[in-house]
């Protein structure tokens, strides 16, 4: 039986694509395993995947000066000879690497001992942690035509991300019912991370009064981030089997622009309107990310720095109103789900 060992961590946009990945893996009868941090997201989420969990030691590498960044080299250090051990354990016959710093002692293990290693980006200019492990690669899947130019020559393969088949069985009557909405209003949902966003919350319910006029709403505003109750305006802290009724059940989607959100809303060819981390709060690839599928006509962008409730209900009716524009470009997209086109390439090494 072929073994794969599967990483990534940090964030839910790390884990999600390699869930995604294993209904096929397991269809092709691969043994799969998952080294991840011993306290991060990724272990509660494979948890309930029933996959053997091997935890390591994590450390971040930052852009700037911080003195954590020494304490954070023991931590990688140890990581490393975890990932030796567990390598060496498991001998497995290829290693997913899905980003995120928990990944690069992983994959340096892996090449130590000449375990072929794919790594897969989600955004479109290379995460640091994926810089760092690209060397160790044999392949790196990419999601966004505009990746290519960053990927090493000869490496690249554009597959698109991996999406939750899941996500396309939703049933809109059970999302109308878990949201408690009475009346047949056009329905807005409003994701603001794994984490929710204090900035979109606070904008989105300065603007509620406004918006039930016309809209009912889905809010999905992160742990501990709950506001006041409304007619027609349905709060959630967290969703998982609920999620695929409440996405096939929204008109509208209201979103940041991490890539497993913009996959998981091209393959839903859900029109959506992205209002993208600006770049004082991150690296600026969800603003990269948010032109290429405005450029595609995915998507409607709302920049941050311009976020007040008056320009949130108008780009809101604006978006509502091109709603079918941006249904039809996704329609004729060849982008979408990336499953079949990654377990190509896992195939294609270990066969």
Not at 119 to 133: F, K, Q, V, Y
Request: proline share 5%.
């Amino acid at each position: 039986m072929k073994k794969i060992l599967l990483t990534g961590g940090g964030t839910a946009g790390h884990v999600t694509p390699n869930i995604a990945l294993l209904p096929r893996l397991r269809e092709l009868g691969f043994q799969i395993h998952y080294a991840g941090s011993k306290n991060g997201i990724e272990r509660e989420l494979i948890k309930r995947e029933g996959i053997p969990y091997h935890p390591i030691s994590a450390g971040k590498l930052r852009r700037y000066f911080d003195w954590k960044n020494l304490t954070d080299l023991f931590r990688i250090a140890a990581g490393f000879f975890q990932s030796l051990i567990i390598m060496a354990k498991l001998r497995p016959h290829i290693v997913f690497s899905k980003g995120g710093f928990v990944s690069c002692p992983v994959v340096w293990a892996a090449w130590c001992l000449r375990r072929p290693v794919i790594i897969h980006e989600s955004d479109i200019t290379p995460g640091l942690a994926n810089r760092l492990s690209s060397p160790f690669a044999k392949k790196i899947c990419y999601s966004f035509p505009e990746t290519g130019r960053y990927i090493p020559s000869g490496k690249g393969v554009h597959t698109g991300l991996p999406v939750r088949k899941t996500l396309l069985e939703g049933d809109a009557n059970e999302g109308r019912r878990l949201c408690g909405f009475q009346d047949d209003k056009p329905v807005l949902m409003i994701i603001g991370g794994s984490q929710g966003s204090l900035v979109v919350n606070a904008v989105l319910r300065s603007s509620l009064a406004e918006l039930v006029k016309t809209y009912n709403i889905c809010h999905l505003c992160g742990k501990g981030n709950l506001g006041d109750s409304l007619p027609g305006y349905a709060q959630f802290e967290y969703v998982n089997d609920e999620l695929p009724h409440l996405f096939s059940l929204a008109d509208l989607v209201i979103s940041r622009s991490g890539a497993t959100t913009l996959f998981e809303l091209l393959s839903l060819r859900k029109p959506n309107l992205l209002i993208p981390l600006a770049t004082n709060a991150s690296r600026g690839d969800q603003i990269l990310n948010a032109e290429s599928f405005a450029k595609q006509g995915f998507s409607r962008v709302l920049p941050q720095n311009d976020l007040t409730p008056s320009t949130l209900i108008n780009s809101i009716d604006k978006a509502f109103t091109e709603r079918e524009e941006m249904r039809a470009a996704m329609e004729k997209s060849s982008l979408g789900d990336g499953v079949e086109a990654v377990i190509g390439v896992i195939r294609g090494i270990v066969n």
